[in-house]
């Protein structure tokens, strides 16, 4: 069997045909642009990061140039005057030093003769220690003298808020010799100014550089030193500026390995109090720099792009080492993640792939339209087939169509609607359902299966309508058999015929219904409820009532097409389907409502309440059966429950018809009596009075067979 070729509509396959050519298209183009785009960008990144490392180099010796000149300065003025720098009101020119730069830290000089030091420093904003103790608060500066001026060579320490306004003074030994400093010594040995390498400066916790320079006479014998803490923090926040994008980095590293200056100053020193110092570039806490000089260091270059930090982002980095002048040896390190500048073009690759996917969306959808309008006419017919295929025949179908086939075939799928819908009236609708569906169902024969079977019958009616016009018959008839056959097909029976103004129904053909005997007990009080119903409404409009009878039974049938090849009916044969015919007439014998047989009442038991009628042989069998009147359902929440009055009554003729079938006819008898008086059971309970007393006034021999044989249909 070949198998079924792929199919797509045809409006789908327009638009596949469309995008399957544009969108590669689309997609080679905009992706030469965004490489062609990115690596122009990244031209332009490396040199923006190119400008960003002579920036710094410029910023460093902004930095520290002026500092050294100051230096040199105050060197020319102490050679000039010798002690010039020892009086006091000279020192304020290392205040004013102070305030003009504000990268300068500290300013002192150290003399060679005595060892007197003098320096002027800017104390830390949060207050740290500076001399032997916390300076008192609101203090800015710091005035520190080393000499012999009281009378002993001590160290002072005057506190000032600005020049001339003292906050306090302290008095200490002198324990240090400039002379022996480094940077006292390195400016002696080279003759000019010098830089130390950086260090964190204990009164402030911030790293700084030195800058000293030598006083001597024409003759070269050494007066002093001059010396200059410059704040690398200055140069920090130059750098934070220069910093491009929130995720990128601009650090200096010197000589040693150490991170000497960063974007972020408040990462620069870690430890505290003596312990503090400067971080190395594998402990410093940005993982950026980390893993940028550790790339470098793996042989990635000056110059590469690579993975950092903890997102594993792209990021340029570019190395550049000073060679001369301030800072030589030092290197300025520049990281910059690489979406800051392939990002815009990112996201703007991004906007035009949106924009241009809501065109091309646009234009599907266009295409889509267009093509519906063609297609849509036949894609009503399809739809309509489908539902007539699944039996869904409500409605009429038409379509505006300019297409002559396609109205025509429109037609008669309307006209093969109607048919069907007229075939059902005449067929049970489910099993057309089936045929339609399933394509099966139309060849002769049947199969054995269980079935639940009802009849009902209008007690009197022909008597009733004999004298009513035929047409009056005819509606009271349609009215009533509307309402009782969509009673039947709401609990999932199937109507096999209808028989002058009787009904034949059954339950698990043609579909499978596990439940059949419930749904057929549920059926026959809702007809009964139905019935009740119609017959109120009868007697409103003055017109004779139409009470009805129900048999019910269940067993194994024949149940198929029975007739000729070209005619033929569905419906079931069997002795069963009789049996439930004869059950039914057997109500106005015991003025029943419902009788069902005990094949019904065994598969049900436990979820409906029966009252026991009689052993009865109907006419055409042999072996006695069991009667049993179908009262209601035991479900409490079921619109068929009965009140607890009916259900007393039911186990009150229960022990009646257990001591009838004993032979204890006295005994029953007293307990009947009552019930005749019940209207539920009065008929029945007569029924069995009499009997009762006939078999008291003539009592049977051991062989009394309690069951009824019927000898007429």
Request: hydrophobic share 45%; net charge neutral.
């Amino acid at each position: 069997m070949s198998q079924t070729p792929y199919r797509i509509r045809l409006r789908v396959g327009i638009a596949l045909a469309f995008l399957l050519t544009t969108v590669p298209l689309i997609a080679v183009m905009l992706s030469y642009l965004y490489h062609e785009n990115s690596r122009t960008a990244l031209e332009v990144a490396s040199q923006s990061i190119a400008r960003t490392t002579q920036t710094v180099t410029n910023d460093l010796n902004g930095l520290v140039s002026p500092v050294a000149r100051v230096a040199e300065a105050m060197a020319g003025f102490g050679r000039i005057d010798r002690n010039g720098l020892r009086r006091i009101e000279s020192l304020r020119y290392f205040s004013d030093a102070l305030a003009t730069l504000p990268q300068l830290a500290s300013l002192y000089v150290g003399f060679a003769g005595d060892g007197a030091f003098f320096q002027m420093a800017r104390l830390a904003p949060d207050g740290g220690r500076f001399g032997p103790a916390i300076p008192p608060s609101g203090s800015a500066l710091a005035l520190r003298m080393q000499d012999s001026s009281s009378g002993r060579f001590a160290d002072s320490y005057f506190y000032l808020r600005s020049w001339g306004q003292v906050t306090g003074v302290e008095r200490a030994e002198a324990t240090e010799d400039p002379r022996t400093a480094p940077w006292y010594v390195a400016a002696q040995k080279a003759g000019v100014a010098v830089m130390s390498d950086a260090f964190v400066l204990p009164a402030t916790r911030r790293p700084v550089v030195t800058v000293s320079y030598r006083m001597a006479t024409d003759d070269g014998v050494p007066i002093g030193t001059i010396g200059a803490d410059v704040s690398l923090d200055r140069l920090a926040a130059r750098l934070d500026a220069l910093r491009i994008g929130p995720s990128g980095a601009v650090f200096v590293i010197d000589g040693n390995g150490r991170v000497i200056c960063h974007n972020r100053a408040d990462l620069l020193v870690g430890g505290d109090g003596a312990a503090a110092a400067l971080h190395t570039t594998a402990t410093f806490p940005d993982p950026v720099l980390a893993e940028a000089v550790e790339h470098r260091n793996n042989g990635a270059g000056d110059r590469f792009i690579a993975p950092l930090g903890p997102l594993g982002r792209d990021y340029i980095v570019e190395f550049a080492t000073l060679t001369d002048g301030v800072g030589s040896g030092w290197t300025v390190g520049v990281a910059v993640e690489v979406d800051e500048f392939v990002g815009s073009l990112r996201r703007a690759t991004y906007r035009i792939v949106v924009i241009g996917a809501g065109l091309l969306a646009v234009s599907v959808l266009l295409l889509l339209w267009l093509s519906h309008r063609l297609t849509r006419p036949m894609q009503d017919i399809v739809s309509e087939t489908k539902r007539i295929r699944h039996f869904d025949l409500n409605g009429r179908f038409a379509v505006r169509t300019r297409v002559q086939e396609v109205a025509e075939l429109a037609g008669a799928v309307e006209a093969m609607k109607s048919g069907l819908r007229r075939f059902g009236a005449y067929v049970p609708k489910a099993l057309v359902r089936d045929i339609i569906v399933t394509g099966d169902g139309g060849e002769l024969g049947g199969e054995t299966r269980p079935l639940s079977i009802l009849f009902s019958d209008i007690a009197g009616f022909t008597a009733t309508s004999e004298a009513m016009p035929p047409q009056q018959v005819l509606d009271r008839l349609t009215t009533y058999f509307e309402r009782m056959t969509a009673c039947i097909h709401g609990h999932g029976g199937t109507v096999d015929k209808f028989i002058g103004d009787a009904i034949m129904a059954f339950w698990n053909a043609p579909r499978p219904d596990p439940d059949h005997a419930e749904h057929a007990c549920l059926a026959a009080l809702g007809c009964l409820s139905v019935n009740r119903a119609i017959n109120d409404a009868c007697l409103a409009a003055g017109m004779p009532p139409m009470p009805t009878r129900f048999g019910l039974h269940l067993g194994e049938v024949v149940v198929g097409n029975v007739g000729s090849s070209d005619r033929m009916q569905y419906t079931a044969l069997g002795s069963h389907v009789n049996l439930a015919s004869r059950i039914e007439g057997l109500n106005k014998v015991y003025g029943t409502s419902i009788l069902v047989t005990g094949a019904v009442e065994h598969a049900v038991r436990g979820r409906f309440l029966f009252r026991p009628v009689d052993l009865a042989v109907p006419s055409g069998l042999s072996a006695p059966i069991e009667l049993f009147e179908l009262v209601g359902a035991l479900d409490p929440h079921s619109a068929f429950a009965r009140p607890p009055e009916t259900h007393d009554l039911c186990r009150q003729w229960h022990v009646a018809v257990s001591l009838y079938r004993g032979r204890r006819w006295s005994a029953a008898l007293d307990l009947l009596r009552p019930l005749a008086d019940e209207p539920e059971v009065a008929a029945l309970a007569r029924l069995y009075i009499a009997r009762c007393e006939r078999l008291i006034a003539d009592p049977p021999g051991d062989g009394w067979d309690p069951a009824e044989h019927f000898k007429t249909k």
